[in-house]
């Protein structure tokens, strides 16, 4: 491995570059956490299943490899990142609508409760 070049590389990028290139290095750490925890989950469940902070994943990594692609203006991965961005809103919206259900039930007035004797 030649150090020179990278030493060169170091001195002639440009702090934004540097900048923008930890923001894509991060994001796809963030976006590959996804699978680790959908992986991890489906172990321990011994089947197939997909955890809901698999969409926060998704939904963070898509977002920041999103503002990525419009830096390096490249057509092809911001339409791309932005599809799956619908994709991952529209799981998380079915999630949140499914815990406000959830709470609505668990909060209606009476629930589980015998009926109230008359007199």
Not at 5 to 32: N, Y
Not at 41 to 57: H, L, M, N
């Amino acid at each position: 491995m030649d150090l020179s070049k990278l030493a060169t590389w170091w001195a002639t990028t440009s702090t934004t570059e540097l900048l923008w290139l930890g923001i894509g290095l991060l994001a796809q750490l963030m976006f590959s956490m996804r699978f680790i925890v959908q992986w991890l989950a489906s172990e321990r469940a011994r089947r197939s299943i997909v955890p809901e902070t698999f969409w926060y994943f998704s939904f963070v990594g898509g977002v920041m490899l999103f503002a990525y692609a419009i830096y390096r203006t490249d057509p092809v991965f911001m339409l791309g990142q932005g599809a799956g961005l619908l994709i991952y809103a529209r799981n998380i919206h079915f999630i949140w609508k499914g815990h406000a259900e959830e709470t609505g039930r668990n909060l209606a007035p009476d629930a589980g409760m015998p009926p109230k004797k008359a007199g």
